[in-house]
């Protein structure tokens, strides 16, 4: 049963302190997603990776948030340093984008990080 | 841009009730629709989906169709049980990005009582 993994599933740390979260895609995809979720603001997109490049993170603040691939089996969304505002749940989500290119494509989310930071 | 609207929450209904959530959208050019849903303490996962105007999504006794006219894909279900109780995100994909950006409704939380 192919799903997508994140760790770790709760983070609670202080202001200022690095975060480091971790998803590891459904093996075979190569479109890899990461977004926040919070009850004011819902749903925001952060960046997303085609074929572990990234093709758009400007939902991202550049200043403390960076995301990478560094192989197709993991991605990692970093925070540093981290602030209270970043209390959130992030999940990352995959697919496969085939040749054609066509729209109607399903992402698989994992169960997500919930991050406090205090 | 692409957005989407959907019914704002919480949605409460008793046990066999019928179920609408509304959801409107506005796109350039052809975009697919989705409803996903989300489980407590659970990530999204897919519901339903329509490619083109006209097709109508089903599962798990729930149904969407996508209606160009009106620009719109609600959801229904004709009886609704206590395990449906969640949080629905109307969605969209456009060609953009090889059709896989997706823009999400800001959910609408649905409880249903025995």
């Known amino acids: 049963d192919a799903r997508v993994t994140q760790t770790p599933r709760h983070k609670v740390t202080e202001m200022g302190q690095e975060v480091t979260m971790r998803c590891q895609p459904i093996?075979?995809?190569?479109?890899v997603f990461w977004y926040r979720q919070t009850m004011m603001q819902g749903l925001e997109l952060l960046a997303y990776?085609?074929?572990?490049?990234?093709?758009?993170d400007s939902g991202m603040p550049k200043d403390r948030f960076s995301a990478e691939m560094p192989d197709a089996t993991l991605a990692t969304l970093k925070i540093q340093p981290s602030e209270p505002r970043d209390s959130a749940v992030y999940f990352c989500?995959?697919?496969?984008?085939?040749?054609?290119?066509?729209?109607?494509?399903?992402?698989?989310f994992g169960p997500g990080t919930r991050l406090t930071v205090l | 841009g692409n957005s989407v609207t959907q019914m704002e929450g919480p949605v409460t209904l008793s046990e066999e009730a019928f179920l609408t959530i509304n959801c409107t959208y506005t796109?350039?050019?052809?975009?697919?629709l989705f409803w996903y849903v989300q489980y407590p303490g659970e990530g999204l996962q897919l519901l339903l989906k329509?490619?083109?105007?006209?097709d109508k999504g089903s599962n798990k006794g729930f149904e969407a169709t996508y209606r160009k006219e009106t620009t719109s894909f609600h959801l229904e279900k004709g009886s609704v049980q206590v395990s449906d109780s969640a949080v629905y995100f109307c969605a969209l994909s456009d060609q953009g990005a090889g059709g896989f950006k997706t823009i999400f409704g800001a959910g609408t939380r649905l409880f249903v009582k025995a």
């Open positions: 093996l075979g995809h190569n479109t």
């Open positions: 990776f085609r074929n572990r490049a990234p093709l758009d």
């Open positions: 796109a350039t050019g052809y975009p697919s």
């Open positions: 989500a995959s697919g496969l984008v085939r040749a054609s290119g066509r729209a109607g494509n399903e992402q698989f």
């Open positions: 329509a490619t083109k105007a006209d």
